[in-house]
């Protein structure tokens, strides 16, 4: 978490966070998970405070679970959609962030479509934000949540062998869990086409790159499914989807090759048949991709609760 020219600290990147603020993080978390399974989930933490949830690119999980989050400690929360907003018609992302900032927000929660853009916004206003995926730079809260179900489901992190499978290059969900995942002590494989696994990452990041699924699932103990994101693509990443699902969509003779107790996982939205056979997606056993919706909740209501203690400490 960074403080940069601003009294408050924000949640920019995985790559801002140490070793011991990503496991204080999971650690909050887990109290959430209990918290949100009681059928009286509310407390007071952010009673007074406003969080404003701006996303300039659909969502449906990331919204609603930060929304969720934000109910469930007290905060008064708003969400703003785009398709309404001022900036179909031409504000620019500083007009608004300083428009948001007049209204005395405690929290944001920012999508953007752009890189970077999350982290300029943060210039520009006088509260705590919260990078909800930028471009495809960073998606931290999903590293986060994704980091909490492998710990709840195999008691560590430390030395599992993790395969990262799909569309590397156009994912921020890939590049926040590379830097979490090796921080936090796990081998790190990156499965795909050379097309969508840019050049040099296995030394920029210390991990092994593999182009065929049953050699990069061999051993591992976590995979990891990848959306193929067509919506940032320009051009043909692929040559056809069946061609894709046939080479490298996960189905039950790819993922013989993974440990008999391998994790499944997808950050979802899923295409089925594409990047993930749908009966390996729904075997309730091998895959934790509901569990990863779950711990959503609980992994955003610590971002919140860690974000706003200066503030609360401050105004007791
Ligand atoms: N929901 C994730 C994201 O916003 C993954 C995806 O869209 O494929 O990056």
Redesign the pocket.
């Known amino acids: 978490m960074t403080a940069a020219r601003s009294p408050h600290r924000h949640l920019l990147g995985i790559a801002s966070l140490g070793r011991e603020e990503i496991e204080a993080l999971l650690e909050a978390a887990d109290g959430f998970v209990e918290l949100n399974r009681r059928s009286d989930k509310k407390l007071a933490l952010l009673r007074g405070l406003t969080q404003i949830n701006l996303f300039f690119e659909s969502?449906t999980?990331?919204r609603t679970s930060f929304e969720l989050a934000g109910k469930r400690l007290g905060a008064d929360v708003v969400n703003m959609s785009v398709g309404v907003s001022a900036i179909k018609k031409g504000e620019t992302l500083i007009d608004t962030a300083m428009t948001l900032n007049a209204m005395h927000p405690d929290i944001l929660v920012v999508?953007h479509h752009d890189s970077g853009a999350v982290a300029l916004l943060a210039r520009h206003v006088r509260c705590a934000v919260i990078n909800a995926?930028d471009g495809t730079h960073e998606?931290p809260t999903?590293a986060l949540l994704d980091a909490l179900t492998i710990r709840r489901r195999r008691g560590r992190i430390a030395g599992l062998l993790v395969a990262i499978c799909g569309d590397i290059a156009h994912?921020?969900?890939a590049r926040s869990n590379i830097l979490l995942l090796t921080r936090l002590g796990a081998r790190v494989r990156l499965v795909a086409p050379p097309t969508l696994l840019p050049a040099g990452m296995d030394r920029q990041y210390g991990v092994e790159t593999f182009h065929d699924m049953r050699a990069g699932l061999e051993g591992a103990d976590i995979v990891m499914m990848?959306?193929l994101?067509s919506e940032r693509m320009q051009g043909s990443f692929v040559p056809s989807l069946r061609e894709y699902f046939h080479f490298f969509g996960l189905t039950w003779e790819k993922l013989a090759a993974a440990r008999p107790d391998a994790l499944i996982m997808h950050?979802?939205?899923m295409n089925r048949g594409v990047e993930i056979d749908g009966v390996v997606a729904d075997d309730i056993d091998r895959s934790a991709i509901l569990d990863q919706v779950e711990m959503g909740v609980a992994v955003r209501m610590a971002c919140l609760d860690f974000l706003t203690r200066d503030l609360r400490a401050a105004a007791a």
């Open positions: 969502s999980r990331t999508r995926g998606h999903q994912s921020r969900v990848l959306r994101q950050p979802g939205p």
